[in-house]
């Protein structure tokens, strides 16, 4: 059975609607999210790097349309491995296990991985909005659109915008 | 450069002594630690599930003795990354890694690997102390001495009992 790893912010977890909404609370604006497209996120919100090492932040990130019955689906049909970069900002490890508990019952503990690197990590297929990861992987490359790589050609990826494309393609 | 996959429980962090003071506050005895020799840990810690849950066991877990100098001589000469069982524990993800950042500022974030199954993660040589982990490993196993391995066999398994033979090993 092919071993499918499927990253958690930008695919699972709306990490854009979360920084958007952090940043309203923080400055009382709310930003148009046009203007995040084509920058990487540090670049896209000021408050990026308080707002990642706040507490709650992970924990309470919405999340993806779709994506609750996508990664059901793929469950049924692929080893499924949560991947997620997540060592950078120690807090966010444990909030990060228990959204999944919450919001992805069906991901077993023993399906989960919080890294670093992820070229660390063995897999057939790639889900992933961050190229960086995407790039080192041997194997089949989805490329999840986010505004940070909506501009980028990536010909060796397939690009998909939305869970439903997953879910018809795998 | 080859890459070491190194364990933290048993390992790094003495979780036996972490899990007889934690039962001595518990009961008010002191066992001889003699007792949990050829025993599971569940099987030679009656609290074992409620003390593994409880908030700070591994945050405050004692420091294996020779482990920070052994770490630190092992990452001179090898990719070093530290490959921990966590995610059945959510509230000891974040613990790990500021453990981790607490006792061994060298390893950065970018070494770091929290999962549920060790076999997902690719290296050249494992250093754990649970036969389950080195059983599916391909590359080079150094069992490391904890009671619960200690009466077994393993034939294809390099045996240590202490850091000081792994830096003279490897």
Redesign the interface.
């Known amino acids: 059975m092919k071993?499918v790893l499927v990253d958690m912010d930008g695919v699972l977890a709306d990490v854009y609607r979360q920084f958007l909404d952090f940043e309203f609370r923080e400055t009382g604006v709310r930003r148009d999210p046009a203007v995040t497209f084509g920058l990487s996120e540090p670049e896209a919100f000021p408050f990026y790097e308080k707002h990642v090492r706040m507490p709650g932040f992970f924990r309470t990130a919405p999340v993806m349309p779709g994506s609750v019955a996508g990664l059901e689906y793929l469950n049924g049909r692929y080893e499924v491995?949560i991947l997620s970069s997540?060592?950078?900002f120690?807090?966010?490890?444990?909030?990060?296990?228990?959204w999944l508990?919450e919001h992805f019952p069906f991901i077993?503990?023993?399906?989960?991985?919080?890294?670093?690197?992820k070229d660390?990590?063995?897999?057939d297929i790639m889900i992933d909005d961050h190229p960086k990861n995407l790039r080192s992987f041997p194997g089949e490359k989805i490329v999840f659109t986010q505004p940070h790589n909506a501009g980028l050609a990536l010909p060796d990826c397939i690009r998909v915008s939305a869970w439903d494309e997953i879910v018809r393609m795998l």
Chains 1, 2 share one sequence.
């Open positions: 071993r491995v997540a060592t950078e120690p807090q966010s490890l444990s909030e990060k296990a228990f508990n077993d503990w023993r399906q989960m991985v919080f890294c670093g690197r660390v990590v063995r897999g």
